[in-house]
C-alpha cells in the first residue's frame, strides 16, 4: 500500500473544515489501512486525513495500546489541565509546551458507521484534541500564547525561505 506524503505548515488543506464521513463501505477501510501505514511510518501518535491532503473527519491513532479511528468526532466533555510538551507531523521537528484540558471524552464513529465513544487522562485526552483540531482545520501553533506563536511563525516562515540561525 502507498504511504502518503504527510502536508506540512503552510498546505491550506490543513486550514480547512474536512468533511463529514457519510460512506463507510470498503473505500473508508483502504484509507483508515494507508493512514495507519502512513502514522506509524512518520513515526506518530495519531494523524487525521487532511494531514494527507484528504479532507475527511476521521482520523487513526495509537498511543500505545494498539490503533483506534474515529470518524465524524466531536468532543463531549473536557476537564482538568494539562501542560505537555507537544509536537505535529505537519510541523515535523517541533514541540512546545501546550496547556489542555487534561482529560477528553469524544463521541463519534468507528470504521463500521457505529457510534463510538473514547476517553482519556493525559496522552489519550491530549491526541483526541489534537487530532479533532485538524479535523476542525486548526493546528497545534494557534493553541501556542501570542509571543511563542509569532516567534513560531517567523522561525517557520525562515525555514520555508532557507534563512538559517546557524550563520
Known amino acids: 500500500m502507498p504511504i502518503f506524503p504527510i502536508r506540512t505548515f503552510g498546505d491550506p488543506v490543513l486550514r480547512t473544515v474536512a468533511a463529514p464521513i457519510d460512506d463507510f463501505s ?87 458507521g457505529h457510534a463510538v465513544e473514547l476517553e482519556g487522562d493525559e496522552l489519550m485526552g491530549r491526541v483526541l484534541q489534537h487530532e479533532i483540531d485538524h479535523l476542525n482545520g486548526m493546528l497545534l501553533i494557534e493553541r501556542l500564547g501570542r509571543r511563542t506563536r509569532k516567534q513560531a511563525l517567523r522561525e517557520l516562515r525562515d525555514e520555508a525561505l532557507g534563512l538559517t540561525a546557524d550563520l
Do not use: H
Not at 494507508?34 to 487532511?50: C, D, H, I, K, R
Open 26 to 112: 470498503s473505500e473508508l477501510e483502504r484509507l483508515v489501512d494507508v493512514m495507519l501505514e502512513t502514522m506509524y511510518e512518520a513515526p506518530g501518535v495519531g494523524l487525521a486525513a487532511p494531514q494527507i491532503g484528504i479532507s475527511k473527519a476521521i482520523f487513526v491513532a495509537d498511543i500505545g495500546d494498539g490503533p483506534f479511528v474515529m470518524a465524524n468526532p466531536t468532543i463531549a466533555e473536557l476537564d482538568g489541565s494539562w501542560t505537555f510538551d507537544e509536537g505535529c507531523l505537519s510541523v515535523p521537528g517541533r514541540f512546545w509546551p501546550i496547556k489542555r484540558p487534561g482529560y477528553a471524552k469524544a463521541t463519534g464513529f468507528g470504521l463500521d
